[in-house]
């Protein structure tokens, strides 16, 4: 049981509200972006090394959007108190797109990719608000515990909408169902949503726009001064390079994990679930493992033994012809990504000023969301090529799309290694000695 704090600053049932958003808009992410819609997508709906990178030019330019969108969407969240309403729409608009997908079937490549798009930009934006809320329902001191509170929560909603899903497709089965799953997500999620929209009260009020200035116009100034803000701060930039590089890799490895399953495995829709459960499950017991670690030993280490066995999961798929060990490879590589991504946040808060910690946790997430466009696309693109090339070379259609496969994973562990080599240059003691410098001036 999750232990809920009460305080001044919000009620218990608003705080479970909250806690209630990430468990529906987890569904989402585990249903559509891990197990179920993106092997669909690109086995049934395109089919082949084609699918692959259709798939991860659809994610770029969703990501795409959520980038050159982020900076104003986070403005609109600090200035005004519109954040429960915007929040609605994005809901929404993510829920009715995700329902959508049902339409979507072998062939129906445009309306596959425009639907998803949708849906991605939707569910992503919606982040930002519903992130910005955690400041009205936790106190400063509460913050770390309340968002951990929410991640495990979310988690579990993945979860439980995959279950509801799996028992679907094995007892009844077919295409159908597998597109009737996506209806189903967009009912969880929305359900999921309607105790925040109901019992959680926005604090505080909104703030007007100086005379002569537009939301884009504050959000631009607003984000060029952050970054003149911590360009002072070499170390904290540094991991924040190797952040962009290295979360590119894990970004990859989560996007196309479905469509390594069933490509390189065979592995079938009940299959795919199945395994996502298990990365899900390890994920949870990663993200509690190395907290505890970084609090012993430090955040660097702790990044650094996460992405080092995240960097030996991938090495070893290259070379793994096992659905066995695939399963194996599912749950390491969940208890391992999650580390870095959880190990990740706390490195910001040791190396940002203790009275700038939320102007750099800004920055920091701004940052992840503006990347990850990239890895994504570029893996779609190698494994197709790749595939290609083989095909062209006398290997069957199936090798052919194998082989790619396995090339493109050359492109997660490359991503990995860079971020990690960068990582290791940061120096904490020299990031304490540029706040204690540039405090004293």
């Not at 829920?95 to 990719?113: K, P, Y």
């Not at 999620?189 to 929209?197: A, I, N, Q, V």
């Not at 660097?300 to 960097?311: A, E, F, R």
Request: charged share 10%.
């Amino acid at each position: 049981m999750f232990k809920v704090i009460h305080s001044p600053k919000a009620t218990r049932k608003e705080r479970i509200s909250w806690y209630f958003y990430d468990f529906g808009n987890s569904a989402y992410a585990a249903v559509v972006l891990l197990a179920v819609y993106s092997a669909y997508f690109q086995g049934t709906v395109v089919g082949g090394a084609e699918g692959s990178r259709l798939w991860g030019i659809a994610l770029g330019i969703a990501m795409l959007f959520v980038a050159i969108t982020s900076p104003i969407l986070g403005t609109i969240a600090d200035f005004s108190k519109l954040k429960k309403r915007v929040l609605f729409i994005y809901t929404i608009v993510c829920c009715i797109a995700t329902a959508g997908l049902f339409f979507v079937q072998a062939g129906d490549i445009f309306l596959g990719m425009l639907l998803f798009i949708i849906a991605e930009f939707a569910y992503r934006g919606s982040q930002v608000f519903y992130n910005a809320l955690l400041t009205d329902i936790a106190t400063p001191e509460e913050m770390g515990h309340v968002s951990g509170n929410g991640w495990a929560i979310g988690s579990a909603g993945g979860v439980v909408c995959l279950l509801i899903v799996l028992v679907l497709i094995q007892t009844i089965g077919g295409a159908f169902i597998v597109r009737t799953s996506f209806i189903i997500t967009a009912i969880f999620f929305f359900l999921s949503t309607l105790p925040l929209f109901f019992w959680l009260k926005e604090k505080g009020e909104g703030s007007p726009l100086p005379e002569g200035e537009t939301i884009l116009s504050i959000a631009f100034k607003r984000l060029w001064a952050t970054f003149k803000e911590v360009r002072n701060y070499k170390q904290y930039l540094k991991f924040i390079i190797a952040y962009l590089i290295y979360n590119d890799g894990i970004i990859m490895t989560m996007n196309f994990a479905a469509i390594l399953g069933a490509v390189l495995y065979g592995m079938e829709q009940q299959q795919l679930i199945i395994f996502m459960i298990l990365v899900q499950i390890t994920s949870v017991i990663g993200a509690f493992l190395f907290g505890n670690l970084s609090d012993h030993f430090g955040g660097k280490l702790s990044l650094i033994i996460s992405l080092v066995l995240m960097i030996g999961t991938i090495g070893w798929m290259m070379v793994n012809y096992s659905l066995t060990a695939f399963y194996v490879i599912g749950g390491l590589a969940g208890f391992a990504l999650t580390g870095v991504q959880s190990v990740s946040r706390t490195m910001v808060g040791q190396l940002a000023p203790e009275e700038k910690s939320a102007e750099f946790y800004g920055f920091f997430a701004m940052a992840g969301r503006s990347s990850s466009f990239i890895g994504p696309t570029l893996y779609g693109i190698i494994a197709a090529e790749s595939a290609l090339y083989f095909e062209r070379n006398g290997l069957t259609k199936l090798l052919a799309e194998q082989s790619g496969q396995r090339i493109a994973l050359v492109t997660i562990i490359g991503f990995l290694i860079v971020g990690l080599i960068i990582l290791i240059s940061v120096n904490l003691k020299k990031s304490a000695q540029e706040t204690q410098t540039l405090q004293t001036k």
